[in-house]
Each structure stands twice: as structure tokens, then as C-alpha cells.
């Protein structure tokens, strides 16, 4: 699994301004076909511009999955890696603004989701323990 980043969109859903790679700037960064960005790599965001993110989840395993509980925290000043405990290094929050889509292949095309967004600080409290986050704030 893995998310991808594209910072600051125009109307039309092409980014604007790049990205850098937080391990070595001097290494370029290369967007997906759409145009979004992964790790090592942070797109960058402007105050008032709109990113677009999109998160892949891939059952890598030879039993099918019944069920997966994706967590991903929006960053915001002070806020902590949900594992590690281990700061981020946020220096802003972003709003979120809804308009979820899934898409599947064909194999899954039975799949269904449900999403759920928190304004907690940490909404995830016990994810060493409950990385299904039953407990959510």
C-alpha cells in the first residue's frame, strides 16, 4: 500500500508546483502517470491551494481479504507518527474537504467502503494495539 501526493491543483487537477525529495533535495522527484507524488517525495502545498491524495491498498497475499482498516492522519504542528510515536515534523493543517472515491480492478470489484473523518487530535490512540482503531477519537 502506499499514498500518493499532488500539491496545490488547478481547476483542472494538474499540480502546479512540484514536489521535493525530503531525503535529498538535490534528487529530482518523478510523478506517477497522474501525477502525483510518493515518498521520499512531499508535494508541496500552498495556504488556500486544494491537493488532490491517492491511497493504493494491494493484497499482496494468496488468501482473500475479508476487510482493511486504513488510517491516515492529516498533518497539522506537534503531530506524531501513529506507530512510532515520533514527530512528524507538521508545520500547517490542511482542510479536509470530502470527495472520497474507491476504485477497484476487476477482481475486486465486489469491494465496498465506509469512511469516517475525525477531528481528534490523536484518533488513533492505541494503534500498536489496535491498528484497526477501534477506539478512534
Request: proline share 7%.
Amino acid at each position: 500500500s502506499f499514498k500518493r501526493v499532488k500539491g496545490n491543483v488547478d481547476a483542472s487537477g494538474v499540480s502546479t508546483s512540484g514536489a521535493v525529495n525530503v531525503n535529498n533535495a538535490a534528487t529530482p522527484c518523478v510523478a506517477d502517470p497522474d501525477g502525483y507524488y510518493r515518498n521520499p517525495c512531499a508535494a508541496y502545498s500552498v495556504i488556500g491551494g486544494t491537493d488532490l491524495w491517492k491511497v493504493q491498498v494491494t493484497n499482496g497475499g494468496n488468501v482473500p481479504a475479508t476487510s482493511a482498516s486504513v488510517v491516515d492522519v492529516l498533518p497539522k504542528p506537534g503531530d506524531v507518527y501513529l506507530r512510532s510515536g515520533s514527530a512528524r515534523g507538521s508545520t500547517y493543517r490542511p482542510v479536509f474537504a470530502g470527495g472520497v472515491a474507491l476504485i477497484t480492478d476487476t477482481a475486486s470489484a465486489v469491494s465496498s467502503y465506509v469512511w469516517q473523518v475525525s477531528t481528534a487530535a490523536n484518533p488513533c490512540p492505541s494503534y500498536g494495539t489496535d491498528p484497526n482503531c477501534a477506539s478512534a477519537g
